[in-house]
Each structure stands twice: as C-alpha cells, then as structure tokens.
T-cell receptor
Framework: DTGVSQNPRHKITKRGQNVTFRCDPI?????LYWYRQTLGQGPEFLTY????????KSRLLSDRFSAERPKGSFSTLEIQRTEQGDSAMYLC??????????????FGSGTRLTVV | GQNIDQPTEMTATEGAIVQINCTYQ??????LFWYQQHAGEAPTFLSY????GLEEKGRFSSFLSRSKGYSYLLLKELQMKDSASYLC??????????????FGRGTSLIVHP
C-alpha cells in the first residue's frame, strides 16, 4: 500500500469555476476525513466518512462544498463557484475505525488550490 | 467544543533540547496526538498519549496530564531537519461522541546552527 494518495497535487483555477479533488485512502481504512489548511494554521476539519456514510458535514464551509465516497473507497471533494478565499491546502486523512489512536490518522500530501 | 493552544513559533540551536507545550479544553477527550509537518508536506504521526505520563520514542518524547489539560513534546539532540511545524491534536471521546480529531494551529520550530 502506498499510503493516502491525493490528486491533483496542485490546482490553479479561475474564480467562479468548479473544482474536484480526489483522495484514495489506505485500502483497509474505513474512515476518511477532509481538512483544509491555510498558511500558519492547523488543519481545519471539513467532513468525514465511515465507509460510504458521511457522518458529519455540518462543518463544510458553505453549500458550495460537497463530498462523496460512493463505494466506501475513494472520495471526492468538490467546490463549486470557487472564490479567492478558497485558496488553501486541502488534506485528506484516513484511519481504522478501531484503535485509531494507536495508529494515528494517515494524511495524504494534499491538494494545493489557488483561485485567481 | 474544542480549544487547543500552542505557541506560534519557537527557535532553538542544533544539538539542544526544546519543549513544545499544548493546552486544551475539550468537551470530550480520549487521547492526544502530536504530528510533525514540514513545509508543503503532509502531517506525519509522531505520538499518541492516552494515559498520564511521559512516553519516550527515540529523540522525541511526549507528556500528558489529563487533569491539567496539558501536554508537551520534547525534542532532544535537535537536528536541522527537525525544523518543521508541530501540531497538537485532540482525539475526542470514541463512545457516544464525535470521531473528529481537532488540531491546534501548530508550533513552527526553527533550528539554527
């Protein structure tokens, strides 16, 4: 297993365009998290899934943000009508449901979004 | 809710010891993580404390006091490659609570020769 994979690594888009990011978690991990991180700040939670169920989405930043995990494997995060304030690093992390603490959460390398 | 506080920046000399503190106030607590994050890279897992006390792992040690809502990460024999951001994160209660780890803003450690 190559760890958590995120694509693309970098995305530059014009304001108003839609963007979609993909995350492939570690295969045996059933929990998947999306975070946003801006410069000088820690990761800010957006949403998470257990298998295909989205268990928390109230902290998505606005209704322009949505996430899916249709088959309980990979996940996508979509931002519609992007704004300059959406520019950030978007991180995906995965974990096992049990014993998470002992193993930690494994992060992907992130997708850096720049909205111009 | 969760409130996690750690210093914004620290500097230290190569070969020295540095202690990075983290205080937290949370509605539920199961354990505390420390992560290391180099600029432009993903956070990587360093340690996880559930019980009070010090856990040592090579040059890095992590301490937890649940009653005081306090943790620290101790880095010994500092190397230049230790220059990074160190993130403190609370693992919430697993039973009946959320499973959402909450991160502090991170402490940027600069190691100089």
């Amino acid at each position: 297993d190559t760890g958590v994979s995120q694509n693309p690594r970098h995305k530059i888009t014009k304001r108003g365009q839609n963007v979609t990011f993909r995350c492939d978690p570690i295969s045996e991990h059933n929990r998947l998290y999306w975070y946003r991180q801006t410069l000088g700040q820690g990761p800010e939670f957006l949403t998470y899934f257990q298998n295909e169920a989205q268990l928390e989405k109230s902290r998505l930043l606005s209704d322009r943000f949505s996430a899916e995990r249709p088959k309980g494997s990979f996940s996508t995060l979509e931002i519609q009508r992007t704004e300059q304030g959406d520019s950030a690093m978007y991180l995906c992390a995965s974990s096992l449901a049990r014993g998470t603490g002992q193993n930690g959460y494994t992060f992907g390398s992130g997708t850096r979004l720049t909205v111009v | 809710g969760q409130n996690i506080d750690q210093p914004t920046e620290m500097t230290a000399t190569e070969g020295a010891i540095v202690q990075i503190n983290c205080t937290y106030q949370t509605s539920g607590f199961n354990g505390l993580f420390w992560y290391q994050q180099h600029a432009g890279e993903a956070p990587t897992f360093l340690s996880y404390n559930v019980l009070d006390g010090l856990e040592e792992k090579g040059r890095f040690s992590s301490f937890l006091s649940r009653s005081k809502g306090y943790s620290y990460l101790l880095l010994k024999e500092l190397q230049m490659k230790d220059s990074a951001s160190y993130l403190c994160a609370v693992d919430p209660q697993a039973s009946g609570g959320s499973y959402i780890p909450t991160f502090g803003r991170g402490t940027s450690l600069i190691v100089h020769p």
